[in-house]
């Protein structure tokens, strides 16, 4: 035992050990701050996954072309963002403030809001019992909205002592996509 404890003070005085816990202390470091910047979060299978494909069948440059036209408007700016299910998509904004439509970075097709309307399979009424489920209180805002090429419901839930909960739950699948609590 006393071999031991004279071996370990030994490595403690060597320079490599303090590299080495240096190092590991600066790659831990490194990872965290890169996560920390890294803004590809997206939704998949019950929680957030980080997407690291960054290639897609279609360009920002081709999913602008490809709404200017379905539009017959300009383009002001074309953000990636994932679905649900880790999907890509391409959120496209004009700059004449007509609604922004999706393009599909796989086959490049257009994902209008109607054609989002019709997977619709959880009603206001049930997004309501889910919000409750989740947040006891009242609810004080609740909205129908489209966010990363789906719909959404977006609620606001107040507590008797005045704590506020939004939450966004799916309209095609129920899910919680995300609950804030202030």
């Not at 920390?36 to 897609?56: C, M, P, Q």
């Not at 299910?85 to 609604?99: H, I, K, S, T």
């Not at 609810?139 to 789906?150: K, S, V």
């Not at 129920?174 to 804030?180: A, M, N, P, R, W």
């Amino acid at each position: 035992m006393n071999a031991m404890k004279k071996a370990w003070s030994k490595i403690k005085q060597t320079k490599w050990l303090k590299y080495g816990i240096g190092a590991v202390i600066i790659g831990f470091g490194g990872a965290a701050a890169y996560d920390l910047f890294d803004d590809r979060d997206v939704y998949a299978n019950g929680g957030i996954v980080k997407s690291f494909t960054t290639e897609n069948a279609v360009s920002k440059q081709e999913a602008a072309e490809i709404a200017s036209k379905e539009k017959n408007s300009a383009v002001e700016e074309v953000e990636q963002e994932f679905t649900e299910n880790g999907e890509a998509v391409y959120q496209v904004e004009f700059a004449d403030d007509q609604d922004d439509i999706y393009v599909d970075s796989e086959i490049g097709t257009v994902i209008t809001k109607e054609m989002l309307a019709e997977k619709i399979k959880v009603t206001e009424e049930q997004a309501r019992e889910i919000a409750l489920k989740e947040a006891e209180g009242t609810i004080t805002e609740f909205e129908l909205d489209d966010d990363n090429a789906q719909l959404v419901y977006d609620l606001e839930v107040t507590a008797k002592d005045g704590a506020e909960t939004e939450l966004s739950i799916s309209a095609e699948t129920g899910k919680i996509l995300e609950k804030e609590q202030d």
